[in-house]
């Protein structure tokens, strides 16, 4: 076969930061994708399984009561809550899942933070007929409860992760060792743009179905390119997967959203290009980590599980080094009004990562002129986050409801 | 000057105890005095982990030590303080291990003229594969005559173990598993085979474990390997039991083993 060599990195960041042992798995993952990424049969496949399992393509919404209300720039909201499973992690999970099946494994793994990756694993395992186990931070495991419930329904073992800061950088640790004792026959369903070559490249390809989506449709509607592109930002892989196709295209701008958390203090936000993101080596990659002076990795805070993560996609360091993608963040507080904006506007609840998105889009969109157009990545839905969400923004009913709840003898 | 790792493994007919120890677990005097009493009783390697937040290969038992030595603030400078003394009460070589983020915050270089200062004769970064680059680091410790020792595990490629092995020195830390650090259900064939396979291709000394917890088993390896590597069960054993534990296990190894008496 004739393939080019990839390069395991992106400028600086990227690589293969893994012990001995892992080499091999990883390798022959990288053989298999390569061989299968453009294989027709797998791409039809896959392409099926988009389109009858996923929902795809996911609609592209002009939010008109939205762009009434910010005043400015037409603003598009890219529907990716609206697929199976209610967030962006299906395309992914989709392709992998397949390509775990080819390569004859019988178990998928994953770690999750919001739990959408660690549910739409558990849905592709169920489909597939395969083993799953997902690992979860036990704080994400509280936090996000339905998802939890949920995967278990669809037949995952979730297995709370009690080490550390007990959220999605452990999980991926858990998962990590996890895989290095049983490699035969267990494919690390991996969720993000991270973690040790192939998986940035290969994630990003998955989720690549987003952007191109887009630009078909962006062409349909507005008959030219969007000006502007604004996702939220955890590991990288729905931000990623929105902007790939358009890199080219110096005139589109795009715009990642970090999770400012409660505040800049270390331990509060998990805003990665801030003063304690600094080059790091950590879960097999090289890339920008949230650390201390001697390279100990910090904890990280955010209202959002899935924005609540030490490190980045190495392809976006180096996407921010090279100027290709701005970087900003948003508050919990914030997000919480992005959350209620898009609820208000045009009856759209939104994950609280996208929420993010959502917060920073609203506002960016006062500088940019009416005949100018902004995509928002709406990765999730945000029926997730009731627990979160419902005693942030309705505390009183919400306790009450859960205590009466509690003391209701019957089920229904 | 001659690596004293070399000067160990010139000696070829006995098999050596490698011991490991997590700086800063349940504080710097503690493990300074472990890993002494360790060289008293029959260590003949000991590797001190610089305590690192994420570590990867490591099972739960390392890992839990790793958060100890974190939670009580223990800082690398201080860890190679507390080898440093190491150093200045036992003979025995002394590896720095720890995970490729510590040594890439401080630059590769100053890392190896820490561990030079500090009298370490060997480095064990088990993250940073041979094909992967650390700036500055494998050249400054070989110009310090430090070893950088390579991780050998089943599985590999024979192209990779080919490469490893025209570019290791010191001897080759073989794990007998491939799995995380910890203690495991006694030694599996699929790493007495890859041990074979090794031992066929190379002059170099080789140090296994992962997984070994018994005397026995220190036995059952004994004539195959220079050097068997003692980790997690050492952890074990001075957590439940304390340091008289430790060094009792040490002797019976050593017993068993058939080292060197050694004249400390
Ligand atoms: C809905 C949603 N959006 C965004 C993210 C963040 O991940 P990424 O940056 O990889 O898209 C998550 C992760 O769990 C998520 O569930």
């Known amino acids: 076969m004739n393939r080019r060599k990839h390069s395991r990195y992106f400028g600086p960041y990227g690589g293969r930061f893994v012990p001995e042992m892992l080499i091999p798995a990883l390798s022959k993952l990288e053989e298999a994708f390569f061989h299968f990424r453009d294989d027709p049969g797998f791409k039809n496949e896959l392409d099926r399984l988009l389109r009858t399992y996923a929902g795809r393509p996911t609609p592209l919404y002009f939010a008109e009561n939205l762009t009434h209300e910010s005043g400015w720039c037409r603003i598009y909201l890219k529907m990716e809550g609206l697929t ?12 992998q899942a397949l390509l775990a099946k080819k390569m004859g494994k019988t178990r998928l793994i994953a770690e999750t933070g919001a739990g959408q990756h660690g549910l739409a694993t558990a849905a592709a395992a169920a489909r597939f007929g395969l083993e799953c186990k997902v690992f979860m931070g036990e704080v994400d495991m509280d936090r ?11 037949g995952a073992e979730v297995i709370p992760v009690r080490e550390g800061t007990r959220t999605l950088k452990d999980a991926v640790n858990a998962a990590l060792k996890y895989w290095i004792e049983h490699l035969e026959e267990t494919h690390y ?13 290969m994630v990003r390809h998955f989720q690549s179905v987003i952007g191109r989506e887009v630009k078909r449709q962006m062409r349909k509607l507005e008959r030219r390119p969007p000006d ?30 970090e999770a400012g958390g409660r505040g800049m203090k270390p331990g509060e936000h998990a805003v990665r290009f801030s003063p304690d993101g600094r080059p790091g080596i950590l879960q097999g990659y090289k890339s920008t980590f949230l650390q201390d002076e001697y390279g100990q990795v910090l904890p990280t805070h955010s209202i959002s599980a899935g924005l609540d993560y030490a490190g980045i996609s190495p392809e976006l360091a180096h996407l921010r080094e090279r100027g290709r993608v701005e970087f900003v963040s948003v508050d919990d507080r914030q997000a919480l009004e992005g959350l209620s904006l898009l609820c208000r506007t045009e009856g759209i609840l939104p994950a609280l990562e996208s929420a993010h998105a959502v917060a920073y889009g609203a506002r960016l969109a006062r500088t940019f002129s009416r005949d100018q157009a902004m995509v928002i990545n709406i990765s999730g839905r945000g029926d997730k986050d009731l627990f979160i969400t419902a005693r942030a923004l309705d505390g009183e009913n919400w306790l009450e409801f859960l205590s009466r709840e509690l003391s209701r003898d019957q089920s229904y | 000057m001659t690596n004293p790792i070399d000067t160990l493994f010139n000696e070829r007919n006995a098999t050596r105890l490698m011991t490991h120890v997590v700086a800063g677990d349940p504080d710097l005097e503690s493990s300074l005095d472990l890993a002494e009493r360790m060289a008293r009783s029959g260590a003949d390697l000991i590797e001190i982990q610089i305590p690192f937040s994420d570590p990867l290969a490591d099972g739960p038992t390392i890992m839990a030590s790793n958060q100890k030595a974190l939670d009580n603030g223990t800082r690398p400078e201080d860890c190679f303080k507390m080898i440093r003394r190491l150093r200045e009460r036992v003979s025995v070589p002394l590896l720095v291990m720890t995970y490729a983020n510590i040594p890439y915050r401080r630059g590769g270089k100053r890392f190896a003229g820490e561990c030079a200062a500090a009298g370490a004769s060997g480095v064990i970064i088990p993250d940073l594969p041979w094909d992967e680059p650390l700036p500055g680091l494998r050249d400054a410790l070989r110009n310090r005559g430090i070893h950088f020792i390579h991780l050998v595990s089943p599985g590999m490629s024979d192209d990779r ?24 259900s006694g030694i599996e064939p699929r790493g007495l085979e890859f041990l074979r396979k090794v031992k066929s291709l190379t002059r170099l000394p080789v140090a296994a474990g992962f997984g070994v917890s018994a005397p026995d088993q220190v036995k059952r390896l004994k004539g195959r390997v220079e050097a068997v590597i003692i980790g997690s069960h050492l952890i074990n054993l001075r957590r439940g039991q304390g340091v008289e534990a430790v060094e009792s296990f040490l002797h019976l190894c050593k017993s068993s083993g058939n080292g060197r008496p050694r004249p400390e």
């Open chain 1, 84 to 95: 199976h499973t209610g967030a962006h992690k299906i395309n992914n999970v989709l392709g």
């Open chain 1, 144 to 154: 996000q409860y339905p998802n939890v419930f949920f995967m278990r329904r669809m």
């Open chain 1, 189 to 201: 369903l991996l969720g993000s743009a991270l973690g040790p070559f192939p998986y940035p490249l």
């Open chain 1, 228 to 257: 502007v592109l604004v996702a939220c930002v955890g590991g990288g892989s729905n931000s990623l997967g929105l902007f790939h196709p358009f890199l080219r295209q110096k005139s589109v701008r795009c715009v990642g959203v």
């Open chain 2, 161 to 184: 173990l080919k490469t490893v092995l025209g570019l290791a020195s010191g001897f080759l830390y073989l794990t007998l598993r491939v799995g995380t650090t910890g203690a495991a």
